[in-house]
C-alpha cells in the first residue's frame, strides 16, 4: 500500500505543483490534476484505512471496503480454519514492516486476505494464540459435556437393575 501512496503523492500532488511553478499560466489544468489527485489519495486512504480484520473469540471476521457503495464481510470460526500464512515482499515490505496474510477455511478453500498489514508475523501469532485457546476451551467444553452424559447413563442403568 505504501507504493501506492507515494505514487499518488507524486504523480497526483507533487508533479502537478511543479508544473504550476514552471508555467503559471496554467494554473487552471494544475489546481484541477491536484484536486483529482487529492481525491485519488482520499479513496486510497479510506480504502486502506477501512479494510479490517476483527478477531474475536469465536473466529476472525474480514471487513472489506471496495468503493463508498459497496463493503461485505466474511467470517471463518477458529475450527474451521485450515491454515495461516503470512508474507513480505519486496524491499519496501521487508523495510518498513508490511505485508499480506492469508486464513484458508477449511473444506471449501475459500481464502482470506488482509494486505499491507504491518507486522504480518506478530498477527499471525496473535491469530494462532487465540486459534489454540479457542479449540481448548471448547475440548474442556466437550469434554465436561460427555462426562455429563456417561454419568447420567450410568446412574439410569443402575436405576434400571
Not at 471496495?66 to 513480505?88: C, L, N
Not at 508490511?98 to 481464502?111: H, P
Amino acid at each position: 500500500m505504501y507504493p501506492v501512496f507515494f505514487r499518488v503523492i507524486f504523480i497526483g500532488i507533487l508533479v502537478p505543483l511543479g508544473f504550476n511553478i514552471i508555467m503559471p499560466p496554467f494554473q487552471i489544468i494544475w489546481l484541477t490534476w491536484i484536486g483529482m489527485g487529492s481525491v485519488v489519495f482520499l479513496y486510497e486512504i479510506m480504502n486502506w484505512y477501512l479494510d479490517a480484520w476483527l478477531v474475536t473469540n469465536q473466529g476472525v471476521l474480514d471487513i472489506q471496503w471496495d468503493s463508498f457503495f459497496d463493503k461485505s464481510s466474511t467470517r471463518i470460526e477458529y475450527h474451521m480454519i485450515e491454515g495461516i500464512a503470512y508474507e513480505i515482499k519486496g524491499f519496501w515490505g521487508t523495510i518498513m514492516n508490511y505485508g499480506n496474510i492469508t486464513i484458508e477455511k477449511m473444506g471449501t478453500g475459500t481464502v482470506m486476505t488482509l494486505e499491507n498489514v504491518a507486522s504480518p508475523k506478530r498477527v499471525e501469532q496473535e491469530v494462532l494464540h487465540y486459534q489454540k485457546q479457542f479449540i481448548h476451551y471448547k475440548n474442556l467444553k466437550d469434554q465436561t459435556a460427555l462426562r455429563d452424559i456417561l454419568v447420567t447413563m450410568a446412574q439410569e442403568s443402575r436405576r434400571g437393575k
